[in-house]
DNA sequence: TACAGTAACGGTACTCAGTTCCACCGCGAA
DNA sequence: TTCGCGGTGGAACTGAGTACCGTTACTGTA
């Protein structure tokens, strides 16, 4: 089966913003190369940046998926997990999330899609967050501050990981995220300080390979003795 | 003296869009009304949007200010008071800063670019943050979570005094500020909560005593394997 | 096979944001 | 006066995004 339309078309805009940039490649080039018309282009894209961004509709909705399942106690476990399907499509990209980051950082105008796109996803853990708390203005913020946080957590380790900074961007993700739920105990359901973790923490930990266990294993029973 | 082109420019955008709406009012509209050039107007503003949104550059520039003259005792308080500082020019707009809540949230474009402008303020609050903490990459994920929930409690009162949900936004936004700095405590100064444990890989791992290892080594090998 | 309905496609022309170039005006200095 | 010179506005241009419309390709029906 050959490709879509729409497939080519992204094919395509990454190609040529890669190679001449952003500015100066017009819609027009975009189409002609993907052997489409303009017209095409702009019936599967609401504008010229959507073509190059992830499809944060689905990704919202896999994410809200993820959500609709948790219970108080699981909550903690339900955000990450939700925010972490998009980091797993970032990933996914390879060097297309590349290209991306650098057109980003050079165009003002994909930078500002970009943020505000993330914007969405804050909603989306806000929402969540109310679920498990009273109606009051103070559980309001804490939940604001919890949907931004997670988000916050989610492009902080995705960009060191953009930048080559890291490889394990999965462990440091967990990291981030505990630590986001750690600030935030006193704000969202039961604390997690008490002795019994719930049976999903183990999805926290991010160990891949026996390898990672047997390097592991030496620090852990030194911190928790 | 008379009102500068640009004054004029600002009154007659917003007259204009509160009238007819944002995308129903063009900036040769603007201009005419504004008794001015099509040229005057790109020249005072670099796009359409910008004629309405505040004079962000010059209250960067104040917030860093008063950021300047912090010392490690006094961050806290220097944070709360430059995020103040943005708070109080849109205190002071009033019937302006109520149009553009509107416009912000009926016109998409003018959503992204509000947006987008919250930005420079985390960058500006992370880097501050940083400056108190240590080089490591666990600090640097707390300047930016700490720098972004600042930008958080201040828009979300902000929005609160916009809807009209309250008046004593001074007061909300110190109680906001406080909860901000109370969460981070950890990560910021002299931590008021003593008996906090310090961030490491145990707390991503939800396992709190030698206990819960034993009990879940044998699963995690399994798992691994 | 022919035909009707429908959905996707592509071309054309239009509006308007944003840029570039240039001519004009007022004003102070030599 | 004449020479700059900063601020101004007009005119023309590019390109994003929209509206309209004719054409093609793919269904089901007789």
Chains 1, 2 share one sequence.
Do not use: C
């Amino acid at each position: 089966m050959a490709l879509t339309a729409r497939d080519r078309l992204i094919d395509a805009a990454f190609e040529l913003f890669d190679e001449r940039g952003y500015d100066q490649t017009t819609v027009d080039e975009i189409a002609a190369r993907a052997g489409a018309g303009r017209t095409t282009f702009f019936r599967l894209f609401r504008a010229k940046e959507d073509v190059i961004f992830p499809p944060h509709e689905a990704l919202l909705e896999a994410a809200a998926a993820r959500l609709s399942t948790a219970t108080a106690e699981t909550a903690g476990v339900a955000l990450t997990e939700a925010t972490a399907i998009v980091l797993e499509y970032y990933l996914t990209e390879g060097r297309r999330a590349r290209i991306r980051y650098r057109l980003t950082n050079a165009v003002p105008a994909l930078r500002d899609r970009e943020v505000a796109s993330m914007r969405q996803y804050q909603r989306l853990f806000r929402e969540f967050a109310l679920r498990w708390l009273p109606d009051t203005p103070a559980a309001r913020l804490h939940a604001e501050l919890l949907g931004n946080a997670a988000v916050t957590a989610h492009n902080h380790v995705l960009r060191r990981w953009l930048r080559g900074e890291t490889e394990a961007v999965r462990a440091e993700f967990a990291d981030a995220m505990a630590e986001v739920l750690r600030l935030h105990a006193a704000g969202l359901g039961p604390a997690p300080a008490p002795s019994t973790p719930s049976p999903d923490a183990a999805s926290v930990l991010v160990l891949r390979t026996r390898k990672d266990l047997d390097r592991l294993l030496p620090q852990l029973e030194r911190l928790l003795e």
